[in-house]
């Protein structure tokens, strides 16, 4: 079983800059592969923002491609997400996932509880 733990969420204005980070305890052979996604105030479902395999290779939305950086520090076990050049229309609860290398969040196994994450105008 794999446990994660998001930390770093925070009110921001627009322009502004967060770290995210998310800590995994224990580990599996699908678990080197992790993600975030997010879920807006309004919406129904959690959306794909980034993906890295053993943080080498790396995917991004187009939302947020050329903002957003996706890494892992394997000595840490943990992977982190700079978000930069934060919008309005980034204010949602992010979420950590391991077990899959994808977009689509009905693959992966393991999830974390979420940390907000408020941008103003």
């Known amino acids: 079983q794999v446990q994660l733990d998001e930390s770093g969420g925070g009110l921001v204005q627009a322009g502004g800059s967060l770290k995210l980070s998310c800590a995994a305890s224990g580990r599996t052979a699908s678990s080197s592969n992790m993600g975030w996604f997010r879920q807006a105030p309004s919406g129904n479902e959690r959306n794909f923002v980034a993906?890295?395999?053993?943080?080498?290779?790396?995917y991004y939305a187009p939302s947020v491609k050329g903002r957003f950086t996706i890494s892992r520090d394997n000595a840490k076990n943990t992977v982190t997400l700079q978000m930069d050049s934060l919008k309005p229309e980034d204010t949602a609860v992010y979420y950590c996932?391991?077990?899959?290398?994808?977009?689509?969040?009905?693959?992966?196994?393991?999830w974390g509880q979420g940390t907000q994450v408020t941008v103003s105008a």
């Open positions: 996932a391991a077990g899959a290398y994808s977009s689509n969040p009905r693959e992966y196994a393991y």
């Open positions: 993906v890295a395999w053993s943080g080498v290779s790396t």
